[in-house]
């Protein structure tokens, strides 16, 4: 019996698409105002943990005192999500 996290290979699938269509450079779109999140003690691990993945996908961000990041650019293909703020769930 094989076990798949179905969720884990939707992202990845959507990762590769994401790869072939915009090649192994990806675009950031600065943003007008850097975003500060409010990160709860679980989501400021994860992020600290995959810190170096997140910029290589084209993520502009740094640690911002203690307990929070700032993010100053994300990749271009996020770029129509600005307006929700839901990228940051």
Not at 33 to 50: A, K, W
Request: aromatic share 10%; net charge neutral.
């Amino acid at each position: 019996m094989i076990m798949v996290d179905q969720h884990a290979a939707a992202d990845r699938i959507n990762f590769e698409r994401l790869i072939g269509k915009y090649g192994q450079r990806i675009d950031k779109q600065a943003l007008l105002r850097p975003y500060v999140p409010e990160l709860s003690p679980h989501q400021l691990f994860l992020l600290r943990e995959n810190e170096d993945t997140l910029r290589d996908m084209g993520f502009d961000i740094e640690q911002f005192g203690e307990g929070s990041y700032i993010i100053r650019a994300i990749p271009v293909v996020f770029s129509g999500c600005l307006g929700k703020r839901r990228l940051w769930v």
